[in-house]
């Protein structure tokens, strides 16, 4: 924006000197002595915004001006304050009779009180309204801006119209508050999806604390906006008492980040009258979904837990977060107290690995039967109770062996070195793939270990050493269809499993033994295709409708 001296210095001249013409800022500013408001700042404000109307920038549109009471008629001021202006809005200068040409003579115009008109900037004017100037009301001595019907982007009375038009009605006490929900309803053109009211407090009945979880949970009495009646001039609501989670605002001043959230729907925002401080009201439903879903559920429980590592919470909150509609995508944060029974086994490529049983099992579901519409209780209230545990995630084979593999030097992992987690996680909803249930702390040690399936063979090579001749030919051929299509499945997602090594203990050179063939070709930087020719009484067998790569 030009600065206030040299938009009166371009303009001071018969022509601009930005423009090198007569351009309409000119023809305002020889008009400036003919009227006031009464108001320097007011003035000021309006002069401003005539200064930049420039004809080579466009912004005529932009331009305010000083409008006389008297030249209103049919004024309303029940409800919306409205009006006709008998003038009609400038459009463009009329060289001829020195005048500016006018258009939509007794248009009907919207009248909006200025709370303070001598706090007035140019940042005022936004993209949704389109403001025609400023007024007085003789009577009560309030300025007034004069606002059109329509909105600016649409050409017509659109939503953003309808939520402008009740700014006045309401407001949370808070400006940076109030502007971030007048923008939400500015931005709603054709749709209320998006929308974020202000919601009096006492909107809310059946109020409960849920102390596990530190959220309210209430009925919202009126129900969440869905679309304007224009015979009774207000919002249709759906869903009246519906059940939502009302949750503290840590900074009410800056709270973009706690809005933007993936997953719950936030309607709008309160204020508990006892305490003064503002909450969010978030709908029971996942925005992805439609409906409660596992991600919503684990969402709400993230402030209940932590690992006491950053990149460790976020890689377990992520998976958590895409676990709409299939569980086996969620790992868990497993506090150690909750396994007993720990036996050393061996030693891994990265640590140790132990056996342990699982005092509370895997999570199965949500336990839908008790819910409440509510989140009094998660995955992760662990107490001594653990009956209160299976009232919210119901849980399978409670006491189940698991594998504890522990990541040596791990104490202060980043997200850089936890590549052993991710990609196993990545392949892990393969059901030929061992699973990988969630994440632990050796409190010794302070070593993170990964909760792993148990497989009672222990290895591959180990069962193979053990078992190989006590398997059946029809067992040997399942052995070799899991493996390949496990490596299948490793290899799609754009992985390679290394460990298949050319010895006789492998399952490679067991099947070769076996008068099958199999092809292996690796280069030493990066890999080439792995195939897989299975040969049996002149019977070949593949994968799909290609060789299993």
Known sequence: MISIYWLHKLTLTKKCKKCKFKCNAIYFQQNFENWTSGNKYV??????TQLSAHTTDGVLSDALEWIPYNRLNNIEKIGVNKANWIDGHIKEWDNENKNWKRYNENMVVILNNLKNPNDLTIEFINETIK????????????????????????????????????????????????????????????????????????????????????????NWIDGYIYVWNNKVKNWIRYDEYMAVTLKYLKNPNDFTLEYKNKFAICCGITQDPQTEYYMMVLSDQCK?????????????????????????????QDTQLSSHNNLTEAIEWIPHSRFKNIEYIAKGGFGRVYKANWIDGYIDKWDSDIERHNFDGYINKWDNDIESQSQYWKRRDANMFVALKSLNN???????????????????????IIRFYGITQDPETENYMMVLEYADDGSLRRYLDTDY???????????????????????????????LQKTRKTVFNLIIYQKMRFLIKYQKKSYKNVFAMLKRRETFFNYGKNLVR
């Not at 402008?164 to 400006?175: A, D, M």
């Not at 749709?191 to 979880?213: K, M, Q, S």
């Not at 979904?289 to 209940?304: D, H, L, V």
């Open 43 to 48: 003035d000021k404000f309006i002069q401003d």
């Open 131 to 218: 403001y025609y100037g400023i007024t007085q009301d003789p009577q009560t001595k309030n300025y007034m801006m004069i606002l059109s019907n329509k909105c600016k982007k649409c050409k017509f009375k659109c939503n953003a119209i309808y939520f402008q038009q009740n700014f006045e009605n309401w407001t949370s006490n808070n400006k940076y508050i109030d502007g971030f929900i007048q923008d939400t309803q500015l931005s709603a053109h054709y749709g209320a999806n998006e929308v974020l009211e202000w919601i009096p407090y006492d909107r809310f009945n059946n109020i409960e604390y849920i102390e596990i979880t530190g959220v309210y949970t209430a």
């Open 288 to 316: 992805i979904c439609s409906y409660i879903c596992n991600s919503f559920c684990f969402q709400q429980n993230f402030e209940n837990w932590t690992s006491g590592n950053d990149d460790i919470d976020k890689f377990i």
């Open 410 to 432: 791990s104490k202060n992992i980043t997200l850089k070195y936890m590549n052993e987690m991710i990609l196993h996680h990545k392949v892990d909803i393969d059901h030929r």
């Open 469 to 499: 001749n006590t398997l059946s030919w029809e067992s040997k051929i399942i052995c070799l269809y899991d493996i390949i299509t496990g490596l299948k499945f490793v290899h799609e997602k754009n992985l390679i499993h290394r460990d």
